[in-house]
């Protein structure tokens, strides 16, 4: 008779966050499938669990997926974590339960801390209806498109981001998305969490030196507040804009910024419009 998949959440930092049901789960089963095993190895001691661990990251899931499977038709019962939170999201273990499903092999959940839903519980949103993104691409252009593509989604938008491109991800949402207001949770249950809600121009003018993993709950699209690109002449856009930077002295992205406010638009859509007007001169 086949083995269990369980899928086990563990804690996203303070170690006391972890279920009984997960701690009986990694005590009883063959082996541990770690995201790594290293910082996997830290949560087992600490609770004085001997399972043995085996690595399953990105780099090596597609390739080891297969054995593991082998295992479990085999009968012996694997647990499958991540460094912190869920597995699969955001983080590796989706194949391993795909290839799990295909081959017939029964998938448990063990569910437990998760940092999007613990920002979004305490971001004080007044709706309980979000989008989890993720990360977003690494490269700017892709991350543009990426946010553009749901600039208008009635949800909010949860977002995962390293500190290295934590104020380039900042710009690139108050550009596509225009200054809504968000939550920003870094280092969410370890010593040094902070939680701060503000809209984004504020985040990045107050960001300081980035430091530990960030968590992004990002306020909706709000078609009331919003005002309508359609509305607004290319040639008009295209001349306030040449006042803006020519005149007073404001770089492209800041004039582009204060026409979305302006107009109660998107930046992009103020992007798209000085293109129509530059399109049409030429």
Do not use: C
């Not at 194949?95 to 979004?120: D, F, N, R, T």
């Not at 946010?147 to 991800?169: G, K, M």
């Not at 005149?247 to 302006?262: F, H, P, T, V, Y």
Request: hydrophobic share 45%; net charge neutral.
């Amino acid at each position: 008779m086949p083995g269990i998949l369980y899928v086990v959440a563990t804690p996203i930092g303070n170690l006391e966050d972890v279920t009984l049901r997960a701690l009986r789960i990694l005590k009883e089963v063959s082996i541990i499938a770690a995201e790594d095993t290293r910082r996997t190895s830290r949560l087992l001691q600490h609770y004085s669990i001997s399972t043995r661990t085996t690595s399953l990251h990105e780099h090596n899931e597609h390739a080891r997926a297969p054995a593991l499977v082998a295992r479990l038709l085999a009968g012996e019962s694997i647990a499958v974590v991540s460094d912190a939170g869920t597995p699969g999201l955001s983080d590796p273990g989706a194949q391993l339960v795909a290839a799990a499903h295909v081959a017939g092999v029964k998938v448990e959940p063990i569910p437990g801390p998760s940092a999007a839903l613990a920002l979004v519980s305490a971001a004080g949103f007044l709706t309980t209806e979000f989008l989890f993104l993720g990360f977003p691409p690494v490269r700017s252009k892709a991350r543009n498109k990426w946010l553009s593509a749901v600039a208008t989604a009635p949800f909010l938008l949860v977002v995962y981001e390293a500190p290295h491109r934590i104020e380039a991800t900042l710009r690139d949402l108050l550009d596509v998305l225009g200054d809504r207001k968000a939550a920003i949770g870094r280092e969410l249950t370890k010593a040094h969490e902070q939680l701060v809600v503000r809209p984004i121009s504020e985040h990045l003018r107050l960001l300081g030196e980035p430091r530990g993993e960030y968590a992004l709950v990002v306020d909706r699209f709000q078609q009331e507040a919003a005002g309508s690109a359609e509305a607004l002449e290319p040639s008009e856009i295209a001349r306030q804009f040449g006042e803006l930077t020519k005149n007073r002295g404001l770089g492209r992205r800041e004039a582009i910024r204060s026409l979305a406010e302006r107009y109660r638009v998107a930046s992009r859509e103020i992007f798209d419009l000085l293109e129509r007007a530059k399109n049409s001169v030429d």
